[in-house]
């Protein structure tokens, strides 16, 4: 994803393209039941699954982060901070819809080279802005 930005396709900013790359297309794809939390490519071929990426060795949180691997690896990280806001109990009533207004929102806020602290933070301003509660914005599993 560019949006006009020359976005470095390295490090935490590529890992952050393939990501919202991700977010935006299960979106877009509207897909029901597990479809909709698997990434997979035309061809059908199964990437992962991101409500459990154990089963694919993938990292869940930064702390699994790895600054050798490739960007789709470390990606996967703040796609499932998006899949973890999707399940909390909290934010149930925002749509698909809202979601994908909220984040693309928030890519307004980052720069060519953002890291994934600054792209939560873009997040949680989109959802300010939105007018997510303060309940609902406190929580530290994402």
């Known amino acids: 994803m560019d949006f006009g930005k020359r976005i470095p396709y390295t490090e935490q900013s590529g890992a952050l393209n393939e990501s919202y790359a991700d977010i935006f297309g299960a979106i877009i794809e509207n897909k029901n039941g597990d ?3 698997q990434k997979s490519e035309n061809s059908g071929d199964l990437f992962y699954d991101i409500r459990h990426l154990s089963t694919y060795n ?10 050798e691997a490739d960007i789709h690896f ?7 901070a998006w899949y973890l806001m999707l399940e909390d109990e ?6 698909r819809d809202n979601w994908g207004v909220i984040y693309y929102n928030s890519l307004h806020y980052l720069g060519t080279t ?29």
């Open 35 to 37: 479809g909709f939390y």
């Open 58 to 67: 993938l990292p869940q949180s930064m702390a699994d982060y790895d600054c």
């Open 74 to 80: 470390n990606g996967v990280i703040f796609t499932r």
């Open 90 to 95: 909290r934010l149930r009533t925002v749509s």
């Open 114 to 142: 953002a890291t994934f602290r600054q792209a939560r933070a873009a997040v949680a301003g989109s959802c300010l802005e939105a007018g997510f509660t303060a309940e609902q914005m406190t929580n530290t599993s994402y």
